[in-house]
């Protein structure tokens, strides 16, 4: 039997280093504190929509791509440049990630046949999806807030959704915002409008750039929302749709503008003013600001009355606006808008680890009473000393100490030390208790 050769140790294997994988770009986390302004301006809004009976509604973030080609309109930025577009691997489906929500807002209504009894009053909050170049104000996943009025056809319910986002400008504290309104008429209007456009731009058509000559023939209104400086004054000098306008869409208009009025609400008119999408008629509207550079749009939105039966619905009348989130936080922190950030009401400091169990039931009681309670937590060490929790408790921004000490806990007490008031007072609380002073800590 030969002897076999031994085989040397091999050295400890080093572990495997991972490269960390960090967002997509233009794709942001929403990080506390910061949340809590983003949970503010939600709660704003909750309570706005509740005064004018909206109910929310939540459609998925993944919708059917020809929902937005036939909604949005085939030759638009969004659809030709900016959507986020897949083929399902399952079945091949095309699929995209929403780039706005009213489209979607529509799609439900109809499939869901919601307009049975009469018309909705909607709104919803959450992400939308552009392939575009990150900026200020300007992401690939952003955040809207919307509102949709759909069933209704009177020129009150443009207003009465343009009165609404004014009184949120106003219970946010943004002054600096201004409106501007503008009718887009009926199609019939707009096609004798596009004519005269086509035929206008023809006349120039050595001034057009390589978009505009694109857009000449296919969707001429987009080229009055060119933000080519060297084709402005072109564009200035171009047929205006409103004196294309009926008897009937200047009434239309005329009433919007009067409730305004009766309301105090100012504005103004802006011929060019056309939205980004297709699907708009009569009243468009924005609202926009100085604050935020080439961002300065904050909420817009319209009329859209022939956008249901477009995506397969029963025809029906409809106007809504969305508000960018990102902006208007932006805006707020331009202002200087104090957005209260959220602090426990106490903050339970506990010297050795054998008071846990004693002190977590006691605890448990305070938040069953509605007690915003932060716990100090162990670590490797042990609870820590009674001077780093004190530190860790003034800047948890808590307006009181629970102190769950040895000699407290033998006599079946807390001690509640104030924080915040400059008095350090000390009172002795029973801890089987706890729901009867609980009120305390809240006041």
Not at 37 to 42: F, G, K, Q, Y
Request: glycine share 8%; hydrophobic share 40%; charged share 25%.
């Amino acid at each position: 039997m030969t002897e076999q050769a031994s085989t040397p140790a091999s050295p400890k294997a080093k572990a495997p280093k991972f490269e960390k994988i960090t967002a997509v770009k233009g794709m942001n986390d929403i990080l506390p504190p910061d949340s809590a302004r983003w949970e503010w301006l939600e709660a704003q809004v909750r309570a706005l929509m509740a005064r004018y009976a909206y109910g929310n509604i939540r459609t998925p973030i993944v919708e059917p791509t020809p929902l937005f080609i036939r909604g949005l309109g085939e030759v638009t930025d969004i659809v030709e440049k900016e959507m986020y577009s897949f083929d399902d691997r399952l079945n091949g489906e095309p699929l995209t990630l929403r780039p706005e929500n009213t489209a979607g807002v529509v799609r439900a209504v109809a499939e869901h046949n919601m307009l049975y009894d009469g018309g909705k009053r909607l709104y919803y909050m959450g992400p939308m999806f552009r392939h575009e170049r990150p900026q200020r104000g300007r992401y690939r996943q952003f955040h809207q807030i919307g509102a949709e009025a759909l069933g209704f056809g009177g020129a009150e319910v443009d207003a009465e959704l343009i009165l609404m986002a004014a009184e949120l400008w106003q219970t946010l504290g943004l002054s600096d915002v201004r409106l501007e309104l503008n009718s887009l008429g009926q199609p019939e209007e707009r096609k004798l409008h596009r004519a005269a456009l086509i035929a206008y731009f023809e006349q120039h058509i050595d001034q057009l750039d390589e978009e505009a000559k694109r857009r000449l023939h296919a969707n001429p209104l987009r080229i009055l929302d060119t933000k080519n400086p060297s084709m402005q004054a072109l564009v200035e000098a171009a047929p205006k749709l409103m004196d294309f306008l009926g008897e009937t869409s200047l009434a239309h208009f005329a009433q919007v503008r009067a409730i305004l009025e009766a309301n105090g609400v100012a504005y103004t008119i802006n011929p060019r003013l056309v939205r980004g999408m297709d699907y708009y008629n009569l009243t468009v509207f924005e609202f926009v600001t100085t604050r935020l550079g080439s961002q300065g749009t904050i909420c817009g939105g319209g009329r859209y009355d022939y956008l249901i039966e477009q995506i397969g619905g029963k025809p029906a009348p409809a106007v809504g606006w969305a508000l960018g989130v990102e902006r208007v936080l932006e805006l707020l922190k331009e202002v200087g808008t104090e957005v209260p950030t959220p602090k426990p009401d106490a903050y339970a400091i506990i010297p050795e680890a054998a008071a846990l169990p004693t002190a977590m039931v006691c605890c448990q009681a305070l938040r069953a009473a509605g007690v915003k309670v932060q716990m100090h937590t162990s670590n490797a060490e042990g609870m820590g000393s009674m001077k780093s929790q004190f530190k860790k408790a003034d800047a948890s921004g808590a307006k009181f100490a629970l102190i769950f000490g040895a000699d407290e806990l033998a006599r079946g007490e807390v001690t509640v030390k104030a924080l915040r008031d400059g008095s350090g007072e000390q009172t002795a609380q029973t801890l089987n208790e706890a729901g009867d002073w609980a009120a305390l800590l809240m006041a």
